[in-house]
């Protein structure tokens, strides 16, 4: 990501923990919508992929909303708009998508083991470091500058400030890659809660 300006730090900060935000949140919560609503799986039959896909859902309602105090700070910045906003769309839903198809994958490690909460929560504040959510990669060495290439959230990072604000310059293997992880996470995390659920339901 580009260095921003002075007038466009704010936006480019706000931006970037808009969008951690509403990934750990929503991971989280898929993850461990399951195991909370074990006692309705329990008595009613309900598909309980529906829990992690609602949650993840439920955190796209909220990163939407929060876009209007971020456009706020964009008109504060004298900044406007980008007219690339409809995409916002696009990234929005890939990243619930991931959030999703993690969550499934996690959601059969929170029943069937209680510290793995406390892990994950370690790993998304190391990843929250090693995304450009505080600071742009161009300033970085070329290690970190490496880690922010192949991080995936830097992708769906740069191509949100982008077509929110324009406060970023997103290249094609970012769009590319997002849209690998979000199909790979949603297929995998699928595949996963399917063939250890039934084990796994006993266990609520």
Do not use: E
């Not at 609503?37 to 039959?45: E, S």
């Amino acid at each position: 990501s580009k260095l921003p300006s002075g007038q466009q730090f704010a936006p480019y900060l706000m931006a970037g923990i808009l969008m951690n935000t509403f990934f750990n949140q929503s991971l989280m919560q898929s993850a461990d919508s399951i195991a909370s609503n074990g006692g309705v799986l329990t008595k009613i039959y309900v598909p309980p992929q529906i829990f992690a896909i609602s949650s993840a859902l439920a955190g796209l309602t909220n990163f939407f909303i929060g876009m209007f105090p971020l456009a706020i700070v964009c008109f504060i910045s004298g900044q406007s708009l980008a007219w690339t906003l409809p995409l916002v769309l696009v990234v929005g839903v890939a990243l619930a998508l991931l959030t999703a198809g993690l969550g499934l994958a996690l959601s059969i490690m929170f029943i069937r083991f209680d510290d793995t909460r406390n892990i994950v929560n370690v790993l998304l504040m190391i990843l929250m470091y090693l995304t450009p959510i505080f600071y742009p990669t161009s300033v970085m060495n070329r290690t970190m500058q490496n880690i922010n290439h192949w991080n995936p959230i830097t992708s769906y990072l740069d191509i949100f400030r982008w077509a929110f604000s324009n406060n970023a310059t997103p290249t094609l293997f970012n769009w590319i890659y997002m849209s690998i992880w979000s199909a790979l996470a949603l297929l995998l995390g699928t595949y996963i809660f399917k063939k250890y659920w039934p084990r796994t339901v006993a266990m609520l």
